[in-house]
């Protein structure tokens, strides 16, 4: 089946450092591809998206790149913030489904003061 | 009152036992959803109702039953449930149960643990 593979699990950086976290997705249609954040013991919050029409976006310190070729995306975090410490879930659409998402397993960052 | 609240937050029932997660939307949304969420797996998506509409039964077993009355609400009857069900249950609400360009707003979870 259609799934999203998402790299580091954990990501541990300074502050003021970058941070990249890496999905891949299989459906070589999938056109939507959103960014959540979830806080410990909060909900997951949608941070940015992308379409597949677009190779990149950008929200102040946030950046999200899509490759289609290559089938991945990234999730780009400019000089962290200790409040940048959170699990973030990548996702992606596939075709055969309207309104299903596949969520990739999370990437814990902790930002360092 | 915010977006997606969930009630209760948290839960412990028994193998034998019958309880139901609630979950309201105040944001004028169309679909509403129910994920789970496991530790180290993906976001799981279980059902999908769209104006009420179930639309989507992601293979879910029957102990987990949902039941949606009107567009605002959303419930998760939960019967003779395995300890491997215990999870976190995330509803979730958007304008449309198309993805693609809809947000999806999250509840915080009713955290589930059978005993």
């Given amino acids: 089946g259609e799934n999203v593979e998402q790299h580091p699990s954990t990501l541990s950086v300074q502050e003021g450092d970058s941070a990249v976290i890496k999905c891949t997705y299989s459906d070589s249609a999938s056109n939507y591809f959103p960014w959540y954040k979830q806080e410990l013991g909060k909900r997951p919050q949608l ?3 992308i379409r597949s029409n677009v190779g990149e976006k950008k929200d102040q310190r946030i950046a999200v790149t899509l490759n289609k070729t290559a089938k991945h995306f990234s ?3 400019t000089e962290t913030q200790p409040e940048d410490s959170a699990v973030y879930f990548c996702a992606a659409s596939i075709t055969d489904s309207s309104y299903k998402l596949i969520f990739g397993s999370g990437t814990r960052l902790l930002v360092r003061p | 009152e915010t977006g997606v609240t969930q009630t209760p937050r948290h839960l412990v029932m028994g193998m034998t036992n ?11 949304h169309n679909a509403m959803y129910w994920y789970k969420q496991s530790a180290k797996k993906p976001l799981e998506l279980m059902f999908v109702y769209s104006l009420e509409e179930r639309v989507e039964n ?6 987990f039953s949902p039941e949606c009355p009107n567009s605002s609400h959303l419930f998760l009857h939960l019967h003779t449930l395995q300890p491997e069900d215990s999870a976190l249950y995330l509803c979730a609400s958007s304008q449309s149960y198309r993805v693609t360009g809809n947000t999806i707003y999250f509840g915080e979870g009713s955290w589930l643990t059978v005993v």
């Avoid at chain 2, 309880?19 to 944001?27: A, P, T």
Wanted: aromatic residues 0%; contains cysteine; glycine residues 4%.
């Fill in chain 2, 58 to 63: 992601n293979s879910v077993p029957s102990r």
């Fill in chain 1, 75 to 77: 999730l780009h975090i």
């Fill in chain 1, 47 to 49: 941070i940015i998206d």
């Fill in chain 2, 18 to 28: 019958k309880k139901s997660l609630k979950c309201e939307q105040h944001l004028g």
